[in-house]
């Protein structure tokens, strides 16, 4: 089993940049890759990025590349997500995710709710 919980979030204003962070305790941390994902008020959640198990391979959503950032630290046994120039369209509340099952960092992507979640922390951005 793997615990995950999420920190960070918060109300923000278009242009500005935040950083969500994702504790996991559990397992050994750095057997998983890891994802970030959101879901915003009546759509679907959708995936953000994800990142290997050493931290050195990443895969983002078109939507936030360029933009955000994944990054890991196994010794902390953290996963962060810097987020900057912050849209209106980011607003949503984001995930902290790990499959149950090792696979590639792009299958994390393709994550279901059979999986570790964390509870999630919500992101607003104002114009």
């Known amino acids: 089993q793997v615990q995950l919980i999420e920190s960070g979030g918060g109300l923000v204003q278009a242009g500005d940049s935040l950083r969500l962070s994702c504790a996991a305790s559990?397992?050994?941390?750095?057997?998983?890759?890891m994802g970030w994902f959101r879901q915003a008020p009546g759509k679907e959640r959708e995936f953000v990025a994800a990142i290997d198990r050493s931290g050195t391979i990443t895969d983002y959503a078109d939507s936030v590349k360029g933009r955000f950032t994944i990054s890991r630290d196994n010794a902390k046994n953290t996963v962060s997500l810097q987020m900057n120039s912050l849209k209106l369209e980011d607003t949503a509340v984001y995930y902290c995710?790990?499959?149950?099952?090792?696979?590639?960092?792009?299958?994390?992507?393709?994550?279901?709710?059979?999986?570790?979640w964390g509870q999630g922390t919500q992101v607003t951005v104002s114009s």
């Open positions: 995710a790990a499959p149950q099952v090792p696979g590639t960092v792009f299958t994390v992507r393709y994550l279901t709710d059979n999986a570790y």
């Open positions: 559990g397992r050994t941390f750095s057997y998983y890759t």
